[in-house]
């Protein structure tokens, strides 16, 4: 199976920046998407970012986007994504998922996910 791992997740100032890491391993293909969800207390889960596997073609959630930024090192099958200004409603669990690309439009999609990481707490202070 898919074996992903977070990494990078802690407590942070408001207006400060942070990294998260996702490692992917024991994949048997290579064309996959990758994305980041987050979920905070007593709300639902939500795609924040996402990228595409072969172009690099990005997704941004509304209210992260100049933010947020995600990124890819498709050889290594590292993910990232890199927290700037954070606000204390970043505050999340947050989740590294990965699936095979089904359609060119899947990796934008929340409900195309197959695989996912533990997760990482961010907790932003104000």
């Known amino acids: 199976q898919v074996r992903l791992v977070e990494s990078g997740g802690g407590l942070v100032q408001a207006g400060g920046s942070l990294r998260l890491s996702c490692a992917a391993s024991?994949?048997?293909?290579?064309?996959?998407?990758m994305g980041w969800f987050r979920q905070a207390p007593g709300k639902e889960r939500e795609l924040v970012a996402a990228?595409?596997?072969?172009?690099?073609?990005?997704w941004y959630l509304d209210s992260v986007k100049g933010r947020l930024t995600i990124s890819r090192d498709n050889a290594k099958k590292m993910g990232y994504l890199q927290m700037n200004s954070v606000k204390p409603e970043d505050t999340a669990v947050y989740y590294c998922?990965?699936?095979?690309?089904?359609?060119?439009?899947?990796?934008?999609?929340?409900?195309?996910?197959?695989?996912w990481g533990q997760g990482t707490q961010v907790t932003v202070s104000s």
């Open positions: 990228i595409r596997w072969n172009d690099g073609s990005t």
């Open positions: 998922a990965a699936s095979p690309s089904y359609t060119a439009t899947a990796y934008m999609n929340p409900r195309m996910y197959d695989y």
């Open positions: 024991e994949l048997t293909f290579s064309n996959y998407n």
